[in-house]
């Protein structure tokens, strides 16, 4: 653990010296330099710490009925988690509700381990600190194994074909004082906000390079951020109200991404500034 | 009578989208408004009315990136326009070293952020202007040397102030807030904002 948190500061002020000495004005020239601070943060990537404590988690039994998360479907059938990321969101006739991961998880720890949802939904996200996430924990164990696997997201369930339409909707809809819809920062190529590259989630290749890189352990923030903390970020920016966690707003912009990202190799937990 | 809901969408929405090929539009709007009200709850000031829209909202929506007719683009800018407010006093330009800091400010009607606390135009995260913040985004266009580009004139000064107040009224379905007719920015700071981009003195023209 001290090892890579050391590799990840000495690649992290390498690169802030280099950029320091480079320094020359010109967007160009900022841009590569984030890139390349980027790359060094590759090198070695805290997440596998959430992994390995979301494995434990998945693994152990817990709740009321104190049993472990093995008895889990993840619509591959019960305990099976290799590639089961790359195929979600999907429908579920035991909850007859289309599910993203999270979703599934809270749905698992409720019906199978017995939790109170309140209770299941106690520390969804990290603080930064002391205070930990074992959601973020499992989910980081889940997606773990669907590296590389290919994204395939299916709709020939209409339940999936109705939330992929009404995700597409969301994806546009405007409101709030600033008029921000997901598409006013993510609808064209090649644009910034500040100095950060935004992805065209409009585009295959857009939506195929951000989805496949979430969930992501944020250097800022010291925790591993999942797809639904990615889309109540964005809800709070967009000066919306608060998304609720696993709402169907939430899993229909989800499955209209994740569709949309279908055919490239799922490649996360990344890491990400 | 799915034709009949078809056509009355239709006549909101125009030729954008086919009617033809997606017969369950108008359901999948209607339940996309029960959806959202069910996601959000409201936290902080931001309440469950910011999910509401008016009608460029609504039909900027409907549009969905793709271009507007040009009778819907000029009936929303006309709309627009309408409710562009210029100061009684007839004083458009204000400080442009408070403008920057206003430019520079993100904070402001986010649930996370305090009610009582700073709100800005964050200018620099859509666009480039004074020289020396390289930190700046590329949604909107550059407005590096924008007086002295137009011109340091009266139809200058009202149009940025008209702009900054309701980006709609210039261009409909504008990716800019409108910083006047959302309450978002004070008269006073939209004053501040304009003389950044007109006033000689300012490093946008230098």
Redesign the interface.
């Given at each position: 653990m001290n090892q890579i948190r050391w590799r990840l500061a000495a690649g992290v002020a390498g690169v802030a010296l280099a950029a320091f000495a480079a320094h020359a004005?010109g967007?160009g020239s900022?841009v590569d330099e984030i890139a390349k601070y980027r790359a060094a943060l590759q090198d070695g990537n805290p997440a596998e710490l959430w992994e390995a404590r979301g494995e434990e988690l998945w693994k152990r039994p817990r709740g009321p009925k104190n049993v472990s998360l093995e008895r889990c479907d993840l619509g591959l059938g019960p305990g099976v988690v290799k590639g089961a990321y790359a195929q979600l969101p999907r429908f579920f006739a035991d909850a007859n509700r289309v599910m993203d991961l999270e979703t599934r998880l809270l749905y698992c720890m409720t019906t199978e381990q017995g939790m109170a949802d309140a209770d299941a939904r106690k520390q969804l996200f990290g603080n930064g600190n002391d205070r930990k996430s074992d959601m973020e924990a499992i989910v980081a164990y889940v997606t773990s194994e669907s590296k590389g696997v290919k994204m395939n997201v299916a709709l020939d369930d209409p339940h999936v074909r109705?939330m992929y339409?009404?995700g597409?909707?969301?994806f546009?809809?405007?409101?709030?004082?600033?008029?921000?819809?997901c598409?006013?920062?993510h609808?064209?190529d090649?644009?910034?906000?500040?100095?950060?590259d935004?992805p065209n989630l409009?585009t295959k290749e857009g939506a195929q390079k951000a989805y496949t890189t979430w969930p992501a352990y944020r250097v800022s923030q010291g925790e591993v951020r999942t797809f639904q903390w990615r889309l109540y970020d964005c809800?709070?920016?967009q000066?919306?109200?608060?998304?609720?966690y696993g709402?169907?707003?939430?899993i229909?912009l989800t499955t209209f991404l994740a569709r949309n990202a279908n055919g490239a190799a799922f490649d996360a937990p990344a890491i990400k500034r | 009578m799915r034709m009949s809901t078809c056509m009355t969408w239709v006549a909101v929405a125009a030729a954008a989208v086919g009617c033809a090929t997606t017969p369950s539009d108008s359901e999948v709007n209607a339940k996309a408004a029960q959806m959202l009200k069910a996601s959000f709850k409201e936290a902080g000031q931001a309440k469950l009315d910011r999910l509401d829209q008016d009608d460029t909202q609504r039909t900027c929506s409907l549009y969905a990136g793709k271009a507007l007719p040009k009778d819907v683009a000029a009936r929303i800018e006309a709309a627009n326009l309408a409710t562009i407010q210029y100061p009684a006093d007839g004083k458009l330009v204000g400080d442009w070293k408070n403008g920057e800091k206003i430019a520079q400010e993100g904070r402001g009607k986010q649930f996370s952020d305090d009610p009582q606390g700073a709100v800005g135009a964050n200018c620099y995260a859509c666009h480039q202007l004074a020289p020396q913040e390289l930190s700046f985004g590329t949604i909107g266009p550059s407005l590096y040397r924008f007086g002295r580009t137009r011109g340091f004139t009266d139809e200058t000064r009202k149009y940025a102030y008209g702009k900054v107040y309701n980006a709609d009224a210039f261009a409909a379905c504008s990716n800019m807030p409108r910083f006047g007719h959302s309450g978002i920015l004070t008269d006073a700071q939209i004053r501040d904002v304009v003389a950044l981009l007109v006033d000689p003195d300012s490093p946008v023209n230098k």
């Open positions: 004005p967007q900022t109705e339409a009404l597409e909707r969301m546009y809809f405007r409101g709030g004082p600033h008029d921000f819809a598409a006013t920062c609808g064209e090649g644009k910034r906000i500040r100095l950060q935004l409009t809800f709070r920016q000066r919306f109200p608060e998304l609720v709402s169907d707003a939430s229909a | -």
